[in-house]
Nanobody, 114 residues
Framework: QVQFVESGGGLAQPGGSLRLSCATSGSVFRTSTMAWYRQAPGKQRELVVRISYGGSTYYTDSVKGRFTISRDIAKNVVYLQMNSLKPEDTAVYYC????????WGQGTQVTVSS
């Protein structure tokens, strides 16, 4: 079963930054497009950003220019650098493949508030 372990969330002020990390197995990392998703209270989980193994990226409009996805292939880790955070970025953030597998990690809570 595929496993994803997210970390790095926390409380940030509007305009602040956080860096999320996601560790997974090498076999998944080497063969899959990886993505970050988020689920805000009372809302459906949504795709935020994805990166193919070849390095092509897609960002949802609301995070373009503020979030950056990257990866460390040697460590099988995907990162999400989040800058200029807004209160509407508050959510639980998850990583998974794209399209998703049925296996979700616990996610990491990001709260943006003054």
């Amino acid at each position: 079963q595929v496993q994803f372990v997210e970390s790095g969330g926390g409380l940030a002020q509007p305009g602040g930054s956080l860096r999320l990390s996601c560790a997974t197995s090498g076999s998944v990392f080497r063969t899959s497009t990886m993505a970050w998703y988020r689920q805000a209270p009372g809302k459906q989980r949504e795709l935020v950003v994805r990166i193919s193994y070849g390095g092509s990226t897609y960002y949802t409009d609301s995070v373009k220019g503020r979030f950056t996805i990257s990866r460390d292939i040697a460590k099988n880790v995907v990162y999400l650098q989040m800058n200029s955070l807004k209160p509407e970025d508050t959510a639980v953030y998850y990583c998974n493949k794209y399209p998703t597998s049925n296996s979700w990690g616990q996610g990491t809570q990001v709260t943006v508030s003054s």
